[in-house]
């Protein structure tokens, strides 16, 4: 086996959607491109799939129609080293879509997203439990990622 690549169907707005997230995160681009043909199921001419990297990792976004929709059980999480990249993020794939507990957030496309602090790993992770679970009832408690409440949290401070 050479790798996985994430398979996303969209429902609409492949060519919107992938442009989109090209252009948000740093080392992104798109691959490949095919269109229907005339004897496919897609209207001749338009996208059926598009090949992306996001921070250097591959996707593949098809053209699914209407029967195909994103689940929130199913999301791409994203840590961050700094408190503007998550505010640059979130503020992004927030823009016409559903803001949600923990730092999740779906997008107008209807993708879900984590958008998290990269410490929150070493807290939840680490050698000490208590600071873990401080750190992980603090997040509950938040809608966008806060890194300096999160660190409070998690050194037990109010």
Not at 38 to 56: D, K, N, Y
């Amino acid at each position: 086996m050479k790798e996985i690549i994430t398979h996303l169907a969209f429902p609409a707005g492949i060519e919107e959607a992938v442009h989109f997230y090209t252009g948000l995160f740093p080392d992104s681009r798109i691959t490949g491109e095919t269109r229907f043909g005339p004897s496919e199921p897609g209207p001749e001419g338009e996208v059926r799939t598009l090949r992306f990297e996001l921070l250097g990792r591959k996707y593949l976004a098809v053209n699914g129609g209407a029967d195909f929709q994103f689940a929130e059980g199913t999301s791409l999480l994203v840590q961050c080293d700094t408190q503007e990249e998550i505010d640059r993020l979130w503020d992004a794939l927030g823009e016409g879509g559903q803001p949600a507990d923990c730092g999740w957030v779906t997008d107008r496309f209807g993708l879900t997203w984590q958008i998290t602090a990269t410490i929150a790993e070493t807290y939840l992770y680490g050698s000490d439990p208590a600071a873990g679970q401080r750190a992980v009832e603090a997040t509950y408690a938040m809608k966008k990622i806060d890194i300096s409440s999160l660190e409070r949290a998690a050194r037990g401070d109010s």
